[in-house]
């Protein structure tokens, strides 16, 4: 199995403010896909933004973005003018040949 | 919009009991897969699913069993349940290989199972 590292277990930051979250991952494969997902406190996994390791272009998903780094194994959330909402625990994950590989999750909190 | 039903949110079971977590989804996908969600270990695949009746281990499949009759359903199976079992258990989706966005997996709300 691939692995995938949050190294953040938790983050917190005011409304309106931004807030990064980090992923690292090892894998010898240079095919493959990468995920954030966001599961709020009801516990409804989320799809929040999918990144292909063959573009490099990094993704956007209106407010979210990542940092992808393929040398470099690096694959960062960038949340910007962060709402109430958007507080959840956030995994990353890493697919290869249809399987996922998670991390161990970075819960945020949004302060009003 | 995909769809993927648990049939519990909540369950209480005693050790040595038969359980059965059931999972729809209404997408038809062929790709079906069962986690284990535990706190600071994110989620591990316990089983997956890529087709009626075929079913592979994942990464950690001791101590469970799986069911796949229907291409709609897929059902996770503790034979007899143990402590070390009480966890939060995610099924997801994907669609079948080939369209794009195989990779992309559709989570249900989770079954919280706790064992006594």
């Known amino acids: 199995a691939q692995t995938v590292t949050q190294s953040q277990p938790e983050m917190s930051v005011q409304e309106a403010e931004t807030v990064t979250l980090s992923c690292t991952y090892d894998t010898s494969e240079n095919n493959y896909y990468l995920f954030w997902y966001k599961q709020p406190p009801s516990r409804q996994m989320i799809l929040v933004i999918r990144q292909e390791a063959y573009k490099q272009q990094n993704a956007t998903e209106n407010r979210f973005s990542v940092n992808f780094q393929k040398a470099a194994k690096s694959f960062s959330l960038k949340i910007s003018d962060s709402q109430l909402g958007d507080t959840a625990m956030y995994f990353c994950?890493?697919?290869?040949?249809?399987?996922?590989?998670f991390g161990a999750g970075t819960t945020v909190t949004v302060r009003a | 919009d995909v769809k993927v039903t648990q049939s519990s949110r909540y369950l209480v079971k005693r050790t040595g009991e038969k359980v059965f977590l059931e999972c729809v989804q209404d997408m038809d996908h062929e790709n079906m897969f069962w986690y284990r969600q535990d706190p600071g270990l994110g989620l591990r695949l316990i089983y997956f699913?890529?087709?009626?009746?075929?079913?592979e281990k994942g990464d950690i499949p001791e101590g469970y069993s799986v069911s796949r009759e229907k291409k709609e359903r897929f059902s996770l199976i503790l034979e007899s349940a143990s402590t070390n079992q009480t966890s939060m258990y995610l099924c997801a989706s994907s669609p079948p290989f080939g369209q794009r966005n195989t990779d992309t997996q559709y989570f249900g709300p989770g079954t919280r199972l706790t064992v006594l």
């Open positions: 994950a890493f697919a290869n040949d249809y399987k996922l590989s």
């Open positions: 699913s890529y087709d009626v009746k075929m079913k």
